[in-house]
């Protein structure tokens, strides 16, 4: 007979103390507090429900690709324009990396100007970047995260820090934003 | 190695996921290219630029409390916990049930054993009043001798009566003992059977005649009538002895008990 007590007090000992990285992730793809709130709601959830299938190696990966899985379907339910197409991967060519690093280093320091360039990635570069460098993930666990091979995890997190680093340097002339 | 393959390897390398080989390649590469240099570090600036603290949202409070509700509710309306709770519940009303068929059958058991002893001294005393030849007090076939003789015995009057026309007539009484109180015995006879009725004051409500099984090739009736309590035993069968207690309750009735 399970106890379902005891199976709470487990998960909000093992999978709540990364309720911070869950609603991070979802922020940052939602846009706004009201959206991530839902889908961190949401997805605590369903992580509970499925706690049981939770075998207990990194608690806080198997959160956030809760919360990503439930942002997409909460994206295609509430947002379709925003996923209408597959990101092409090749499209965002990323030419060369060596820019200015005077205006960079100036515009670095401020959190303002890089909130905004994060938030204008598209979603799926958006997501690499938080993985990576906010919550730190090796390659091989967004892959695994994020359900694409090793490759795209790659390019994709190349392609997004060079797409940063023009956006912080005012070039917008590239990079498939409008 | 040129400038191309080492902006391939450039980030892997920032992140520490370069294999050993590949960062002595590109390390070489870094000493001799001032421009990937600087990309290297423009690089780890914005590794740097997007790990600042005001980067990160926290949690709200208000959504920690909203799922701290929305957790326990499930757990509340999930269907295997509330199985928890009915078999729970199953349990505590299977313990009780079960507490009350123990108390229901030791009442019952007690009762059907103190009725099982008060056939057994039923039958005893009716095989003793055939042994011992003390079968009668007072010998008559009249009711009107028999019914007054037990005034002053007995603290009631027992109902007398004779059925010679039903083919059991009416031979005496006496005085008995059975389940700790003196009783009225009416004696009958059927061909050369004797058959015993013990009488005693009733302390249920009234009841047609039952047969009590047979007990040492005894049979046995009893009834409960006008507030009184009425055994038969005899050695006669059950069909007859149920005919005798049936002529006697509708013979009693047509003559009420009281004097």
């Known amino acids: 007979m399970v106890d379902e007590r005891k ?7 093992t999978v709540l103390p990364h309720l911070d990285a869950a609603y991070n992730l979802a922020r940052w793809l939602a846009g706004n507090d009201h959206d991530a709130q839902d889908v961190t709601q949401e997805a605590s959830l369903r992580a509970f429900r499925f706690f049981g299938n939770f075998r207990g190696e990194n608690s806080r990966a198997w959160l956030l690709a809760i919360v990503r899985n439930t942002f997409y379907t909460w994206l295609r339910k509430n947002r379709p324009p925003e996923i209408a197409g597959e990101l092409d991967d090749e ?17 670095f320091a401020d959190a303002d100007a890089v909130r905004h360039a994060i938030e204008t990635l598209p979603v799926e570069f958006r997501e690499i970047v938080v993985l990576r460098e906010m919550e730190g993930f090796s390659y091989k666990e967004i892959a695994d995260l994020a359900d694409v091979p090793i490759g795209t995890v790659m390019s994709r ?12 340097a005012g070039e917008f002339k590239r990079g498939g934003q409008p | 190695m040129n400038c191309q393959q080492a902006g391939l390897l450039i980030d892997s390398y920032a992140d520490g996921e370069l294999d050993a080989a590949g960062i002595l390649e590109l390390e070489k590469h870094l000493r001799e290219c001032p421009a990937c240099a600087h990309a290297l570090q423009n690089l780890k600036g914005l590794k740097k630029a997007v790990t600042q603290d ?41 313990a009780v ?160 008990a009281g004097r």
């Open chain 2, 54 to 94: 005001p980067l990160f949202f926290a949690a709200p409070a208000e959504l920690r409390l909203k799922l701290k509700a929305g957790l326990h509710s499930q757990i509340a309306s999930n269907p295997m916990q509330s199985l928890w709770n009915w078999n729970w519940l199953t349990a505590a009303a299977s």
């Open chain 1, 7 to 13: 199976r709470l007090k487990s998960f909000e000992q």
């Open chain 1, 91 to 107: 499209a965002l060519v990323v030419e060369d990396a060596s820019v200015g690093a005077e205006i960079l280093s100036s515009k």
């Open chain 2, 97 to 256: 049930a079960v507490v009350c068929f123990a108390l229901w059958l030791a009442a019952v058991l007690t009762r059907s054993s103190a009725q099982q002893q008060l056939t057994r001294e039923i039958v005893s005393s009716h095989v003793r009043s055939l042994m011992a030849n003390h079968e009668l007090d007072v010998a008559s076939s009249d009711q009107h001798t028999v019914k007054p003789w037990f005034d002053g015995k007995l603290d009631f009057s027992p109902p007398v009566t004779d059925l010679a026309k039903q083919e059991f007539p009416l031979i005496g009484g006496r005085l008995d003992y059975l389940g700790n109180r003196p009783v009225a015995a009416l004696v009958f006879h059927r061909n050369k059977h004797v058959i015993n009725l013990f009488i005693w004051p009733a302390t249920q409500s009234d009841q047609k005649p039952v047969t009590s099984g047979s007990i040492q090739g005894y049979n046995l009736v009893h009834w409960s009538e006008t507030g009184m309590t009425f055994w038969a035993v005899s050695d006669v069968n059950e069909t007859e002895l149920m005919e005798f207690s049936r002529d006697f309750v509708s013979a009693t009735a047509k003559a009420p």
């Open chain 1, 157 to 168: 997190l190349a392609r997004a820090r060079r797409l940063l680093q023009k956006k912080l």
